[in-house]
């Protein structure tokens, strides 16, 4: 573990409990002799360093995020191969990676500072989407996911005609709305509300959940985490989209291949005291 010399702050926009627990944390994280780094637009009302987001997860050695796990997924996809622990802090709703308490926020950060904590270290999924020859699409367009990357139709009620192959093998043809393609971090999310089952979040593998698919026999499928998929689409199905992490987007059409592997880092996400068992009965009301 690298010592933790400054900590990055992500407070979720117009949330008045994400900014006063932010105003606490940096004031201690001051009083510790470690820089605070903030968003540029929280930087006057903290009295910290203003960074932009991409800035913020470059520099810091720690980042804290306050709110709920769409906030912390937006930071993730930004830290890139340098692998910062992130600290989730759940502000309310239902949050699988943001695990932490407002609570338990400080007593865990001083944990963590002083050298005192575990990361659990969550695989990515690359999208990478090649426009075919004559395509008015020029660009190779790269993603990366630590949830999900999803493929579907603009307009609802459509279906989407996907052509799977697995290492270099036909997997499957599916007819449906769209496709989910998960880590086991993301098995939580979409793919949940797709009839997927719930993944150990430290599993290698990638989860395919169909959307609603024209064959009922199409079930959700786990794969090995190492093995490459191809997506085509059919032929007259030309206003479809990728979306990655329900954040990001890209319209892609018949002349597109549609890569997805496994991704080159991993996001480290500081482990909480709460077993991952306990977290499932509670978010999910098992009893």
């Known amino acids: 573990m690298h010592p933790?010399?400054?900590?990055?702050?992500?407070?979720?926009?117009?949330?008045?409990?994400?900014?006063?627990?932010?105003?606490?944390?940096?004031?201690?994280?001051?009083?510790?002799?470690?820089?605070?780094?903030?968003?540029?637009?929280?930087?006057?009302?903290?009295?910290?360093?203003?960074?932009?987001?991409?800035?913020?997860?470059?520099?810091?050695?720690?980042?804290?995020?306050?709110?709920?796990?769409?906030?912390?997924?937006?930071?993730?996809?930004?830290?890139?191969?340098?692998?910062?622990?992130?600290?989730?802090?759940?502000?309310?709703?239902?949050?699988?990676?943001?695990?932490?308490?407002?609570?338990?926020?400080?007593?865990?950060?001083?944990?963590?500072?002083?050298?005192?904590?575990?990361?659990?270290?969550?695989?990515?999924?690359?999208?990478?989407?090649?426009?075919?020859?004559?395509?008015?699409?020029?660009?190779?367009?790269?993603?990366?996911?630590?949830?999900?990357?999803?493929?579907?139709?603009h307009a609802l009620g459509k279906m989407l005609d996907m052509h799977v192959t697995a290492r270099g093998e036909l997997f499957c043809i599916y007819r449906a709305d769209g496709l989910i393609i998960s880590t086991p971090t993301g098995s939580t999310a979409y793919a949940l509300s797709a009839g997927g089952p719930i993944l150990y979040p430290t599993l290698a593998v990638t989860l395919l959940a169909p959307i609603c698919p024209h064959t009922l026999t199409n079930r959700p499928v786990v794969l090995p985490d190492d093995f490459e998929l191809e997506i085509r689409l059919g032929p007259t199905d030309h206003d479809a989209r990728v979306t990655v992490d329900g954040q990001e987007t890209a319209d892609v059409g018949p002349s597109d291949l549609i890569r997805i592997r496994r991704g080159s880092h991993a996001v480290a996400l500081v482990r909480s005291a709460h077993p991952y068992f306990e977290i499932w009965r509670n978010k999910l009301r098992w009893g």
């Open 4 to 153: 933790i010399k400054s900590v990055g702050l992500v407070v979720k926009r117009d949330d008045e409990r994400a900014l006063k627990l932010a105003r606490h944390l940096c004031h201690w994280i001051r009083a510790q002799g470690l820089i605070a780094i903030v968003e540029s637009q929280f930087a006057g009302q903290l009295e910290a360093e203003p960074h932009d987001t991409r800035a913020l997860a470059a520099r810091a050695d720690l980042i804290v995020v306050l709110g709920g796990d769409g906030t912390l997924l937006g930071v993730a996809r930004l830290i890139g191969k340098r692998e910062t622990p992130i600290l989730g802090v759940n502000l309310g709703g239902l949050g699988f990676l943001t695990e932490i308490t407002v609570d338990e926020a400080l007593p865990t950060l001083g944990r963590i500072v002083a050298g005192d904590y575990d990361v659990d270290r969550r695989i990515t999924i690359e999208a990478i989407i090649e426009p075919r020859e004559g395509s008015h699409r020029h660009q190779i367009r790269n993603f990366c996911a630590l949830n999900d990357v999803v493929l579907n139709r």
